[in-house]
């Protein structure tokens, strides 16, 4: 039997900051002594193939289990972790997997920098780089830059850029997805959204209260 479950939520912090979290090792120092009892790293540095042992609070169904990043994409904010050992690999499960994926908020405007495209009315093959002005603590400047790898141009177009994580609120999604054996089927019925809600519920605050 497969399924998959997910929630979603607004985060007022910029994306980066988010995936500063729930992308790196931080997010177990975080949620360790509140909804876990202890996170410990068992291998790795926070990259793909970083192991961690959860060791679970009294009462909870199971004592601990191990999951492993098995992919951490820093330009999409998109990390998965795999439960390898103990938890529900103890109950009739194939695979459990969580995936966290941070999104800019469509409705914020207010990101740092921006992006260009050609000009389509200049046909002499122009561009640019621009940037927020470091000078100008308003957010109301940008630098425009000549692109070094381009001398032949002399107009260009300028549009927000799509992967700026510096907005000031994003997207955060959490969901789940098992299998588990037909004859353990029953056991599909331990499966809820309390772990991630209550993982989104402590990781938000947490960010909420250092921004």
Known sequence: ???????EK???????????LYGTLELGK??????????????????????????????????????????????NMIKETEVIEGGFLDMGFNFYRIRMEMKEDPKDDTGSSCITKEDPKDDTGSSCIVKEDP??????????????????????????????????SCILKLSLEYEVKEEFVANASFVTSAPLIGLMSVGNEHLLKSN
């Not at 959860?54 to 098995?70: A, N, Q, R, S, V």
């Open 1 to 7: 039997m497969y399924g998959t479950l997910s929630i």
């Open 10 to 20: 607004k985060v007022k912090v910029p994306a980066s900051k988010a995936w500063a």
């Open 30 to 75: 975080v949620v360790a002594g509140k909804i876990l009892e202890a996170v410990d790293v068992v291998e790795g540095d926070g990259g793909i193939g970083t192991i961690l042992k959860l060791t679970m609070k009294p009462g909870l169904g199971f004592e601990y289990y191990k999951e492993k990043f098995t992919k951490i994409d820093n330009e």
């Open 135 to 168: 000078k100008d603590d308003a957010g109301s400047s940008c630098i425009l830059k000549e692109d070094p790898k381009d001398n032949m141009g002399s107009s260009c177009i300028v549009k927000e850029d799509p992967k700026d994580g510096t907005g000031s």
